[in-house]
């Protein structure tokens, strides 16, 4: 019984972790962004963070996050392309109000 239990629990908190960590993963990424001035490196590492989360868990949190990395690059001086590249990258996750 004990070994149910204590499989169901750890099976639980696998997932919970799995589900948010594309969550953390933006969140960190856009806390960076924030933290020092935008150059074309650092929006593109913002891009290939968001490529790997692959997807944006549903909570608020995580989308506002989205959409200030998105502010972020978008009124810096990166290259149009890559504002473009961050934009379609964001709206294919579902991100919206972009």
């Not at 997932?15 to 960190?28: A, D, E, F, H, N």
């Not at 806390?31 to 963070?49: G, H, M, N």
């Not at 502010?71 to 991100?95: A, D, F, R, Y």
């Amino acid at each position: 019984m004990f070994g149910n239990f204590f499989f169901l629990a750890v099976l639980l908190l696998a997932t919970v972790y799995m589900y948010s960590k594309p969550g953390m993963m933006i969140k960190r990424a856009t806390r960076t962004l924030a933290s020092r001035e935008v150059t074309e490196e650092r929006a593109a590492d913002y891009l290939k963070t968001l490529k790997e989360a692959k997807r944006v868990p549903n909570y608020k949190e995580y989308w506002n996050s989205c959409k200030v990395g998105y502010e972020l690059i978008n009124s810096s001086q990166v290259s149009p392309e890559l504002k473009e590249q961050v934009k379609q990258t964001m709206l294919g996750m579902g991100v919206s109000g972009i």
